[in-house]
């Protein structure tokens, strides 16, 4: 069974930063892509950044600029680091391993339960 556990999120000031981490546990061969979205209340849905194994990255145009994504592989873990929050930012985010290869012919989709940011004077 794999897991994806989030953490980071909280409440911080317009202008403020935050980091993200997404650990991925479990019996793990390898992880192709790990991608973080956001839902806002009442709103789809969104892909904010992603990043495939060998390092290559993919941002939503709402963060570009102030979001950077990166990971480390050999602790299938994947961090989003966010600078200049603005209060559209507020979200639950949520984790995705794309493509988790758990043994011979196994190949799986994996979501985190989500952490909550909150970007609020």
């Known amino acids: 069974q794999v897991q994806l556990v989030e953490s980071g999120g909280g409440l911080v000031q317009p202008g403020g930063s935050l980091r993200l981490s997404c650990a991925a546990s479990?019996?793990?061969?390898?992880?192709?892509?790990m991608v973080w979205y956001r839902q806002a209340p009442g709103k789809q849905r969104e892909l904010v950044a992603a990043?495939?194994?060998?390092?290559?990255?993919n941002y939503a145009d709402s963060v570009k600029g102030r979001f950077t994504i990166s990971r480390d592989n050999a602790k299938n873990t994947v961090y989003l680091q966010m600078n200049s929050l603005k209060p559209e930012d507020t979200a639950v985010y949520y984790c995705?391993?794309?493509?988790?290869?758990?043994?011979?012919?196994?190949?799986?989709?994996?979501w985190g339960q989500g952490t909550q940011v909150t970007v609020s004077s």
């Open positions: 479990g019996s793990i061969f390898s992880i192709y892509g």
């Open positions: 990043i495939t194994s060998g390092g290559s990255t």
């Open positions: 995705h391993a794309d493509r988790v290869v758990v043994g011979p012919l196994s190949e799986y989709d994996y």
